[in-house]
């Protein structure tokens, strides 16, 4: 079975601080993503990866960067936390490009974020 | 306009019965769809992908699928009270030349005993 580890459930950060998410894969996949949920507003794509070193935006990028220096890892940064990153952050990875019709998405148990 | 729509819900449906999920989306070169089951504060899970023009039945799910009128359904046969989630309807689609899947905001489910 995937699985793609957050490495926290719950998270509580103050505005202006440099927050780090992490995320781990053990299924040796090529792609990995980082989506925010919110009520209302569904999954939304952050930033996305097809391979180390590589990425490329998503739909809402402003205020974040990611890092992926190894295949299995892939962080994401809040340069400057504020209050309306407060949100749920899910992970995940995939073994072939998003087009692909049997390209499933194995989502990690999400970070909570709190920005206060 | 969204990319892909779903009806937020909540949609209640006796146990038993057939509970009735839809979904539309506006690019007509898309060609992988897929219907992803959340529980409450878990993290969605895949259930079902569809490609082609049609119905896909996995064991009490039918997934539907028309690409000319541009909507994607899931239906839920037998419904038990262990389906109450919500459901995400993703779409991929083509967004300033590059393929990305685009979910919808999703429905919620609720099966009552």
């Known amino acids: 079975d995937v699985k793609v580890t957050q490495s926290s459930r719950y998270l509580v950060k103050r505005t202006g601080e440099k927050v780090f998410l992490e995320c781990v894969q053990d299924m040796d996949h090529e792609n990995m993503f980082w989506y925010r949920q919110d009520p209302g507003l569904g999954l939304r794509l952050i930033y996305f990866?097809?391979?180390?070193?590589?990425?490329e935006k998503g739909d809402i990028p402003e205020g974040y960067s990611v890092s992926r220096e190894k295949k299995e890892r892939f962080s994401l940064i809040l340069e400057s936390a504020s209050t309306n990153q407060t949100s749920m952050y899910l992970c995940?990875?995939?073994?072939?490009?998003?087009?692909?019709?049997?390209?499933?998405?194995?989502f990690g148990n999400g970070t909570r974020l709190t920005v206060t | 306009q969204k990319e892909v729509e779903q009806n937020s819900g909540p949609l209640s449906v006796p146990e038993g019965a057939i509970a009735s999920l839809n979904c539309t989306y506006s690019d007509r070169g898309s060609q992988s769809f897929f219907w992803y089951r959340q529980y409450s504060g878990k993290s969605p899970e895949l259930i079902m992908f569809i490609y082609s023009n049609g119905d896909k039945e996995d064991g009490r799910f039918t997934a539907q699928l028309n690409k000319a009128s541009q909507y994607v359904s899931l239906l839920i046969r037998d419904s038990q009270p262990s389906d109450s989630a919500t459901y995400l309807c993703a779409v991929n689609t083509v967004i300033q030349g590059a393929q990305k899947l685009v979910f919808g905001q999703g429905t919620r489910l609720t099966i009552n005993p």
């Open positions: 990866s097809y391979d180390v070193k590589m990425k």
């Open positions: 995940a990875s995939s073994p072939r490009p998003t087009g692909a019709y049997n390209s499933p998405l194995h």
